[in-house]
């Protein structure tokens, strides 16, 4: 086995004959390392943490209720809108974007609602599932009933999977079903509260989706 290693005299040669190359490549990483970890630590962590600041009084606002200040800010602070302008790309944009949705869908602007709910990290542990979920509720409002009813379930699925399962899949679950049942399709509506029935027996959902599984079941009789 040794005798197929290299040797120090055979690594010294092929360095000696590739010096250039080996020189030009360490220096391309070199400055693609330095590259990085300039945008890292001098653009991108200082214009997060300023994103931050900037969305730390929206939450405030809407805490407050105050959604026109959320959307356009006060005059003084920026609002969501602006945040998700200036900083785009940033945590924090992504989080204004539901901020800013929830603000035009309490004005009654439910595609620009549903817009700006689209733009919103599914995968963020705050608000993805809620915002997966207003998309459906955006599309219900807006008459397109197919999409709210596929939106909702995925909505109960995600949080299926998260620490909130008990009280967003229930909840979930029971407004998909409310939406194939104005869909006239109380197959898919039964399906969903059967999971409500069979898996949440401790939530305030259970009590109505057995309710309501066992109307739909006579009716279909």
Do not use: H
Request: net charge neutral.
């Amino acid at each position: 086995m040794s005798e197929n290693l290299p040797t120090a005299k055979s690594l010294t040669g092929f360095y000696t004959k590739n010096k250039k190359n080996i020189t030009i490549a360490l220096g391309v990483v070199g400055v693609a390392v330095a590259g990085y970890l300039a945008y890292t630590f001098l653009y991108a962590g200082p214009r997060e943490k300023s994103a931050e600041q900037a969305l730390w009084r929206v939450e405030q606002w809407a805490e407050m209720d105050s959604m026109k200040w959320v959307l356009d800010g006060d005059g003084q602070s920026e609002g969501a809108l602006s945040i998700m302008e200036s900083y785009s790309g940033t945590v924090a944009a992504k989080k204004a974007a539901y901020y800013a949705a929830c603000a035009k869908r309490n004005a009654g602007d439910f595609q620009g609602a549903l817009d700006l709910f689209k733009e919103v990290d599914f995968n963020d542990n705050t608000v993805g599932i809620q915002a997966i979920g207003n998309v459906g509720d955006m599309y219900a409002e807006l008459g397109q009933l197919d999409d709210a009813a596929s939106w909702l379930e995925k909505a109960a699925k995600k949080a299926m999977s998260s620490s909130s399962k008990d009280a967003l899949a229930p909840y979930y679950l029971m407004k998909a079903a409310r939406v194939q049942m104005e869909r006239k399709d109380n197959t898919k509506a039964i399906a969903l509260l059967q999971d409500v029935v069979d898996n949440f027996k401790r939530t305030q959902e259970y009590s109505e989706a057995a309710k309501l599984m066992a109307m739909l079941q006579a009716q279909s009789k």
